[in-house]
């Protein structure tokens, strides 16, 4: 949205009369298929809405109207989900040719446009495309700039990875009982091959649940190991294989015309699970784990080549590519950024680095704090947990309040919550659990108060002017380990290696992260601080961490906070 309102708007009056360009560059927004409106799958909705419903969803219907969900802000997160596009269009579909959203695309990959703006997924779906020979989903370019690129490797794990849940099968096998076929002998067969699905995917789904790598671990790790036994390797033969006998029986099978679109979805959703348990069946050159979603399970895997993988389809095929971030280096070493992605194996020559200082005036704004005398971190110790309970207490009272507190564990932050709400403090407390965020618009209006969270806050929340004016950073986010870390680790001739190259590059990637929280504009103001021992003078990581956060004056002394808020803070602040 800044490139569309700001930044190409200004060049665009400018260089005309420079007689750079002869009209105003143009630029658009790309998103995935799921983001928009489905003709089809929006009248099949009205046909069976009640009339409350169908008033909302009719000013859908028109040629003229937006067919971007994002625009239709009057419908819930569900409604959009049974309207959206979903899978592969049905080339029999009765709105094929009148489809918004063809004509749309079509649109997007025409050359009309200067500038093209789509996330990561989107433009390695392309990279995809173009690898297997397949219309690209976006025009050819001459150059492309990857922003906020500290995320292309998850968006890369997340394209090239694969993933298979029985979340994924069970919808499916009970949208095969609910077609109508026209021959009731082969809808039988067709019934009984689906409940067979259902059944391997529950004894995968079981296998994996009674996985004794899952019991005891921190709940702050989502992936878990699995070592796929033969029973395993069965299972998910037998998902491939009754996938596919199933495509074919439903191929040949006549279903009722209005569910001919229906019946193209499934054959679409059954060739996806039968190529992502083949995948997971031959899992040579896969690193493997499981990920628990509720009651359900899912097992994953990426390619233990990705890095190759990436040269092979993307760096190496000689487009301009600009990575830019503000958390993309660990102290200005881009070392282990170009290992993951792969841009290690360019030429060097080919390579150009360049570190910018933060636009912020972090010595008049900020101010760093690092407790001394603290204990070595241990979430398991209702002792050191208590100690940072009065740390906190400690910061909250010089700051009044207007507090964030990051933790790196959801328990510990559970523990730390209770301690803190039995000392009767004047401020309101707000937790951010897992997947929910409606505690940041509550702290926000608090007017003082303090949010205490985990995950998402550590990156991409924006919280500016006085509300957070204090950030402390309960614990050095070190990543939990996991069965990718614990493959990379063997890529090292030693554990100090690994550490060195990967671990600690990655604490501070993410520190920088949840530091940036703090100050988000020009006139922000406020105090960051670290309650880890590892900080502080003489601790392990000191150096390392001073040289990755902006440069600012550093305090032990929570006297100096109290200072500092009463000569950066109006009146206001305080009442």
């Known amino acids: 949205n800044a490139c569309l309102g700001e930044y190409l708007p200004t060049p665009s009056t400018m260089l005309p009369g420079g007689c750079v360009i002869r009209e105003p560059l143009t630029c658009v927004l790309r998103n995935g298929r799921e983001h928009y409106l489905c003709e089809r799958r929006l009248r099949t909705c009205l046909a069976d809405a009640d009339e409350t419903t169908q008033q909302v969803l009719l000013p859908l219907l028109g040629r003229t109207a937006s067919i971007d969900l994002a625009d239709a802000e009057q419908l819930t997160p569900y409604m959009k989900r049974r309207i959206n596009v979903t899978g592969r269009c049905d080339y029999n579909c009765a709105y094929r040719e009148r489809c918004r959203h063809r004509w749309h695309t079509k649109q997007m990959k025409s050359n009309a446009f200067d500038f093209q703006i789509c996330n990561h997924q989107l433009l390695l779906a392309d990279t ?90 921190d709940e702050a790790s989502d992936r878990i190991s699995v070592a796929l036994d033969t029973t395993g390797i069965r299972h998910l033969r037998n998902i491939r294989s009754i996938s596919a006998e199933l495509l074919t029986s439903l191929t040949e099978e006549q279903v009722a015309p209005r569910q001919t679109g229906r019946r193209a979805h499934i054959l679409w959703e059954l060739e996806g699970i039968g190529q992502r348990a083949g ?6 050159n896969l690193i493997c784990w499981q990920e628990r979603r509720g009651d359900d399970v899912a097992l994953c895997a990426i390619p233990n080549n990705l890095d190759e993988l990436l040269y092979q389809h993307f760096w190496s095929k000689g487009v301009p590519a600009v990575l830019t971030s503000g958390t993309l280096s660990a102290g200005g070493d881009f070392s282990h950024i170009k290992r993951a992605l792969g841009l290690h194996r360019l ?64 328990k510990a932050m559970d523990i730390v919550r209770e301690m803190l709400e039995g000392r009767n403090l004047p401020y309101s407390i707000f937790q951010l659990d897992r997947g929910k965020t409606a505690a940041i618009g509550h702290f926000r209006e608090s007017n003082g108060g303090v949010l205490l969270a985990s995950g998402a806050l550590w990156e991409g929340i924006d919280i500016p002017g006085d509300a957070l004016s204090l950030l402390v950073i309960v614990r050095l986010p070190f990543a939990v380990p996991d069965p990718v870390s614990e493959y990379e680790q063997t890529l090292y001739p030693s554990m100090a290696a690994f550490k060195d190259s990967v671990v600690v590059p990655d604490m501070l990637v993410k520190l920088k992260q949840g530091a940036g929280r703090l100050i988000r504009t020009e006139t922000d103001t406020g105090v960051i601080a670290i309650l880890d021992s590892r900080a502080q003078e003489g601790g392990q990581y000191r150096e390392r961490i001073l040289q990755a956060l902006p440069q600012c004056p550093i305090t032990t002394n929570s006297d100096d906070i109290t200072k500092f808020i009463h000569k950066t803070k109006a009146l206001g602040y305080f009442i």
Do not use: W
């Not at 259902?198 to 296998?207: E, H, I, N, V, Y």
């Not at 995948?279 to 040579?284: I, T």
């Open 347 to 410: 030429v060097p020559t080919y390579l150009m680095e360049t570190t910018q200082p933060s636009p912020f005036d972090h010595n008049s704004n900020t101010l760093l704090y690092i407790s001394k005398g603290m204990p070595f971190p241990d979430n398991r110790s209702r002792e050191y947990l208590a100690t940072i309970a009065d740390e906190i207490e400690r910061l909250l009272k010089a700051a009044h309040g207007h507090a964030a507190v990051l933790f790196t564990s959801y």
């Open 128 to 217: 995809f495309h173009r690898r297997d020979g397949h219309t690209p989903l976006i025009p050819h370019y001459q150059a492309v700039v990857i922003d906020e690129s500290h995320k292309f490797l998850a968006a890369a794990r997340q394209m090239y990875g694969v993933e298979l849940a029985g979340t994924d099968i069970f919808p499916v096998t009970e949208d095969i009982r609910n077609l109508a076929f026209k021959s009731s002998e082969g809808g039988v067969k067709v019934r009984r091959d689906a409940k067979k699905l259902c059944g391997q995917a529950k004894r995968l789904t079981k296998l994996l649940l009674t996985n004794k790598d899952a019991e005891g671990t």
């Open 279 to 284: 995948a997971l069946e031959k899992h040579g």
